[in-house]
Structures are given as C-alpha cells and as structure tokens.
C-alpha cells in the first residue's frame, strides 16, 4: 500500500526544495521527521507539512487501518518546476526590471516497509 500528498505552488525556489527533500528520500518516516526537525532550512516547513499529509493519507485510506506509522517509508520524494510570478522593479534611469519569484510542486509519496523491497 502507498499513499501521496501534493503541495501545490509552493511560494519557493524548486532548488532550495530539493536540497531538503534530497536529504529524506528513501528514509523511514519518523527518521525524516528527526532530519526534518533539526535542518535549518525554509524549505523544512512546507516539506514536513507534505509528509505529515502523506502518512495521514495513508493512515485514513481504505483498508490499511492495521498499518503503523513507524512502518512506513518515504517510496518517493521530488520537486516539479511550477508557474513563475512576473513582478517589476524600479530600475536606474527610469527604467523597469522584471524579476520572476518562482514556485514548485511538491510530492512525497510513503509506503509501507515490505512495499518498498
């Protein structure tokens, strides 16, 4: 059994996600909870808000009641490019500047340990 957990739009640069999400990818859950909790990063708290989402979904699905938390694996885990919001600003010599503040997708997919092998 496997469950997903999107976070859409996230107002956040992918790279800087990645470097989080990078540091979890096929680790047990409440390791990454632990990894989570002490990294020093901005992206730590819309990556933990997704995998506590994850393991909810996966705690609330049809038929894997029995399923314990501390059995679970994170199966996948990646940052997809998202839109791109267009801003200006003032610039020297009267001029205008655009500058893009990027988004990103983020999903998390958990399994269950046996799922993963």
Do not use: W
Not at 14 to 34: C, F, S
Not at 56 to 69: D, F, I
Not at 83 to 98: D, N, Q, V
């Amino acid at each position: 059994m496997e469950a997903r957990a999107v976070a859409r739009y996230v107002r956040m640069s992918p790279k800087k996600a990645r470097q989080v999400i990078d540091l979890v990818r096929g680790v047990p859950v409440d390791k990454a909870l632990n990894i989570l909790h002490f990294t020093r990063k901005a992206a730590v708290v819309p990556v933990e808000k997704t995998l506590r989402s994850a393991v909810s979904n996966m705690l609330n699905n049809e038929g894997t009641s029995k399923v314990e938390p501390d059995h679970l694996v994170i199966k996948e885990a990646y940052v997809d490019m998202g839109f791109s919001y267009k801003r200006f600003r003032a610039a020297s010599m009267g001029r205008a500047m655009r500058i893009r503040r990027p988004s990103c997708h983020i999903t998390i997919v958990v399994a269950t340990h046996e799922d993963e092998q």
